[in-house]
Structures are given as C-alpha cells and as structure tokens.
C-alpha cells in the first residue's frame, strides 16, 4: 500500500518548480543576450575583428607544431579542481559519516597525491621550453 501512496503523490505537478526554475534561467539568458546584442557598442575594428587564441598570437598554418606546455597544465587544473569539489560533501556530512567515511577520503587523498605524484615526475610542471 505504500508503493501505491508513493505513486499517487508524484504527480506532475511536483515538477513544476524544476519546470519553472529551467525556464526562469533559458529566460534569463536569451534577455541578456539580446539586451547586450541591442544595446552595446559596435565598433568593429580591424584590431577587434582578428582571431584570438589564448593568448597566442595566430601566425600562419594552424597545423603548424606548438607547444602544449599551456594547454597540459589548463586540463590539470581542471581535472584537480573536479577532485577537490568531491571533498564538499565530505566536509558537509563529516558527522554523520564516521570513521568510515574519514578513510574513504583518506583513501581519496592517496589516489589524488598518487597522480599529483606521477605528473610531477612525468615532468608536465615545467617549463624549460
């Protein structure tokens, strides 16, 4: 009888916040694009309507060999800043998880420091090039 009351009460309707706070943000988002689209300055320069890459000036064949020093070290940041988010869980229901969830992160923090480990001997922090 349970499932059954479980059934009856999820109805619709109970999405409708989900619904409304998806349509409140698209909303938002089409509004300002088209109020800065409208509304901003359009000055287009020379100097403006150039590619712009990273901080890298464009200069001939794009197929042309660069180095991926920068790019190596943005996706490491990137895939380390994903693995320190995972510990706000952790620091929300320390409490409640107990000896057990302390080595889990333990555990956690070792596979971290293990590829933190492995990226500095592989050599992707310097920059001698």
């Known amino acids: 009888m349970n499932i059954l009351m479980l059934v009856a009460t ?20 089409v509004i300002m694009m088209a109020a ?6 359009k000055r287009r320069t ?3 309507l150039i590619n712009f890459e990273s901080g890298i ?3 001939g ?7 991926i020093k920068y790019f190596l070290v943005a ?13 706000y869980p952790y620091a929300v229901n320390f409490k409640s998880l107990g000896l057990e ?8 923090v ?13 050599g992707a922090l310097e920059w001698e090039d």
């Open 10 to 29: 999820n109805t619709p309707f109970n999405y409708f916040p989900v619904v409304l706070q998806l349509v409140v943000a698209v909303g938002f988002v």
């Open 36 to 41: 800065t689209h409208l509304l901003g300055p």
């Open 46 to 48: 020379k100097d403006k």
């Open 57 to 59: 000036p464009s200069i």
């Open 61 to 67: 064949n794009a197929r042309q060999p660069m180095g």
């Open 75 to 87: 996706i490491l940041f990137v895939l380390f800043d994903v693995e320190v988010i995972f510990f």
């Open 101 to 108: 969830g302390f080595y889990a992160v333990l555990l956690f």
């Open 110 to 122: 070792a596979f971290f420091f293990c590829g933190f480990y492995y990226i500095i001997k592989k």
